[in-house]
């Protein structure tokens, strides 16, 4: 089974901090992706990877950057925190047409911001 | 519009009853489909792939009607373990990236 690992299971940091998130794979897959995850709104994607040091942004990526030295590796980070970036963040990969197959999550990381 | 909505529950089924539910989505041209089930406070995790003429995967039957830009769920003989929330899952226009719907909210009680 692919298994995707988050390094953090929560968090908890102060405003104006930054912030990283990690997250490796160990299947090879060429996708990556962060996502958030709010009540209600569901799972925006914040941004994803198809490939080593290729990143696009995703539908919410004002606040964050992302990282992809290598390729089971990816980064999420937050330049300045900020309350309203409080949320679950979870990470995910997938095969090249991950649309066929579906993706593989982490198990998330809560990020509390003060 | 959204891309993918759904009911968001929740759905409170006996144990043993069945119970189904919908989820409409946007794009016309989508051509993969999902369902994924998150327990509270976990991560999503793949139920099923959608086939267009429809498939079962134990009690867990999915159908996608495409004239109708809608798919569903059906749960049969409801557990307690099915308690969750399932998401709905379609494939964007964007290439390799899918849309996740906001899920539904399932309940089994005794």
């Known amino acids: 089974d692919v298994k995707v690992t988050q390094s953090s299971r929560y968090l908890v940091k102060r405003t104006g901090e930054k912030v990283f998130l990690e997250c490796v794979q160990d299947m090879d897959h060429e996708n990556m992706f962060w996502y958030r995850q709010d009540p209600g709104l569901g799972l925006r994607l914040i941004y994803f990877?198809?490939?080593?040091?290729?990143?696009e942004k995703g539908d919410i990526p004002e606040g964050y950057s992302v990282s992809r030295e290598k390729k089971e590796r990816f980064s999420l980070i937050l330049e300045s925190a900020s309350t309203n970036q409080t949320s679950m963040y979870l990470c995910?990969?997938?095969?090249?047409?991950?649309?066929?197959?579906?993706?593989?999550f982490g198990s998330g990381t809560r990020l509390t911001v003060v | 519009r959204k891309e993918v909505e759904q009911d968001p529950g929740p759905f409170n089924v006996p144990e043993g009853a069945t119970v189904a539910f919908n989820c409409t989505y946007s794009?016309?041209?989508?051509?993969?489909f999902f369902w994924y089930r998150q327990d509270c406070r976990k991560e999503p995790k793949l139920l099923m792939s959608?086939?267009?003429s429809g498939n079962e995967d134990g009690r867990f039957t999915a159908q996608l009607n495409r004239a109708s830009q809608y798919i569903s769920l059906l749960i049969r003989d409801s557990k307690l373990s099915d308690s969750a929330t399932y998401l709905c899952?379609?494939?964007?226009?964007?290439?390799?990236?899918?849309?996740f719907g906001a899920g539904t909210q399932v309940v089994v009680t005794p």
């Open positions: 899952v379609v494939n964007r226009a964007s290439w390799g990236k899918l849309q």
């Open positions: 990877s198809y490939d080593v040091k290729m990143k």
């Open positions: 959608v086939y267009s």
């Open positions: 995910a990969s997938s095969l090249l047409e991950g649309s066929n197959y579906g993706y593989t």
């Open positions: 794009n016309s041209a989508s051509q993969s």
